[in-house]
C-alpha cells in the first residue's frame, strides 16, 4: 500500500527501505526490539516525499512537509489494514517526527528504543554503495566530501548509536566505503 506513494516520491526510496526492512528486521531479533512498531515506522516514513516538492529533499521545509504528509499516508494505510489502534497512534507519532534531528531537537531520539533504532538505520543508509550514491548527489558531495561528511557527522554525538548491532553496521560500511576510495 505505501509502494505506490514511493513510487511518485524519490527515485532512491523503494531501495532505501527495501534495504531498511532487511536490516531492521536483524535487528529487531538481535536487540529485542519490537518489530510491530519498527518495521512499519521503516515502510511508511517517506512516503510524504510524495506530495512534496520534488527539489532538494534535505530542505528544511521539504522535510517538515513530507513528515506531516507521511504521518496523513501512515494513518490512512493503517486505518485500511485495521492495525491495533494504540499502535497506530504510536506509528503515526514516529513518521511525524522521525527526522526532527534536522531541526534541532536530538532529545526525542534519547527517549524512544524505536526511534533511536529507526535513526541509525536512516542514518546507515548513506554509508551502504546506493545510499552513499544518492544521498552525495542530493548534498553535491563528491565520494571523498561524502565520506567525511559522515565520519564528522552530528549525529555520531548527538544522537549517538542506540544499538550495538547498528553501531557494528554502520562501521562495517565505512570501512568498506573507505577502501572503496582507495
Not at 15 to 43: F, Q
Not at 47 to 54: D, E, H, L, R, S
Not at 71 to 100: M, Q, R
Not at 116 to 145: A, C, H, Y
Amino acid at each position: 500500500m505505501a509502494k505506490p506513494y514511493y513510487k511518485k516520491g524519490r527515485p532512491m526510496d523503494l531501495a532505501h527501505i527495501k534495504w531498511m526492512m532487511k536490516e531492521a528486521l536483524t535487528v529487531c531479533r538481535k536487540e529485542n526490539i519490537d518489530d510491530s512498531l519498527l518495521l512499519p515506522l521503516v515502510i511508511l516514513h517517506d512516503c510524504g516525499y510524495a506530495i512534496t516538492p520534488k527539489n532538494n529533499s534535505f530542505k528544511l521545509t521539504t522535510r517538515k512537509q513530507h513528515m506531516r504528509k507521511g504521518a496523513e499516508i501512515t494513518k490512512k494505510i493503517l486505518g485500511k489494514i485495521d492495525y491495533p489502534k494504540k499502535k497506530v497512534k504510536k506509528i503515526i507519532n514516529y513518521v511525524f517526527v522521525h527526522d526532527n534531528w534536522a531541526l534541532g531537537d536530538n532529545s526525542i531520539y534519547r527517549k524512544d528504543k524505536i526511534l533511536s533504532v529507526f535513526n541509525d538505520l536512516d542514518f546507515i543508509w548513506m554509508v551502504t554503495p546506493r545510499g552513499f550514491q544518492e544521498v552525495g548527489k542530493i548534498l553535491n558531495k563528491n565520494p571523498q566530501d561524502m565520506l567525511e561528511y559522515l565520519e564528522n557527522n552530528e549525529k555520531l554525538n548527538n544522537r549517538p548509536f542506540f544499538a550495538p548491532t547498528t553501531k557494528k553496521l554502520f562501521y562495517s560500511y565505512l570501512k568498506k566505503r573507505t577502501n572503496s576510495l582507495k
